[in-house]
């Protein structure tokens, strides 16, 4: 393995001149399976050396995260084995920087490499908005409306709709988030649409073949005034139809059970439900997960509390896709854009705190 003399400032010694100005040579050194300046991919976790020390020499070695210089934790840093944890590889690598050092009468000699963990896949952040940090405006009218953000330029374009008589009110609120009021009228909808696509900032058949999506959205405060008949959705849609009942709208739905206690959920397809899929407790804060394979597949997860989960597709409920055509050069939920809808139903009233979009590496 290479060898290279280093200049010692404890000392003033360097090269093979010793300490005190009489003959000398570095000492020997060797690393198994390394080399001076060379790069190595790695998996993470346990990682250890094997070292060669021919002259017994003091030896040193250290670790640092190749991001932020931070040091990683050696174990028998001075001897001859010493190992360490390398850092998992997150979704875009990591790297660290190793360093052993021989050092013997005021001359050193070292051997630098750089080990990479490769990146581990998983599901990477596009969009995140925070809707308790909304701007606060009045109660939306219906149609378009721009919603902006108090600490950010973020924007996002949202549409506003009622169906069959509804009533129902949504007010952006700082602090608390889009307040739904289902407003009085018991069989009636109330829906609002995010325009989802133009904030990303790629969104073509190539990636949505390539990467699954998944929208989660953040719900409290949910609460069912209508025994055995409120309910709520949410789904994705074509970025063309701002509707929950036309287009190709997909989505969850869930309704109060009628008992004061739990809740049932089917999937849907614009007005055509599923069986009832599950009767569980009553979650007054949750979070609804759209995963979209093919840009054509939507799968969905509820799940208790405001924190979004890991997707799995494997899990999920199947919420479905039309006909895929042979030799097709288009995706259903990409063509025309993208958008989430989320629809109160029958006088039913929550929050909307969160919703964040995510792409499997």
Known sequence: MPITPTFDPTTGASG?????GGGGSAPGLSVTGRADGEAYNVSAGARSLSISNPDGATLSTTVEQASDGSAITVTGSTGTTPSWTAPSGSTTGEAVQVRVKATKSGLSTSVSFTERTAASGGWTDLVDLDF????????????AHTLAFDSSSDTVDVYWSRFSGGDGKVTPTNSTGLVFDGGTDTSSSNTLSFDLD???????????????????????????PSANNSYFLVGLNRGTTTAHNSGIARMIYVQDAGDGVNEETRARKNTSNSAVQSTTAIKTTRVITLILTFGEIVQVMDTSG???PTPSP????????????MAATDADYQNNGLRCFVTSSDTTDFTVTRLLVQRLQ
């Open 16 to 20: 093979g001149a010793s300490g005190g």
């Open 132 to 143: 308790t940090d909304v701007t606060t405006q009045g109660v939306l009218g219906l149609g």
């Open 198 to 224: 133009p904030l990303l900032s790629s969104y073509t058949v190539a990636d949505v073949r390539t990467h699954q999506y998944a929208v989660h959205v953040a719900l409290t405060g949910i609460t069912y």
């Open 306 to 308: 405001a924190t979004p």
């Open 314 to 325: 494997g899990t999920a409920l199947m919420v479905g896709a039309d006909a895929i055509g």
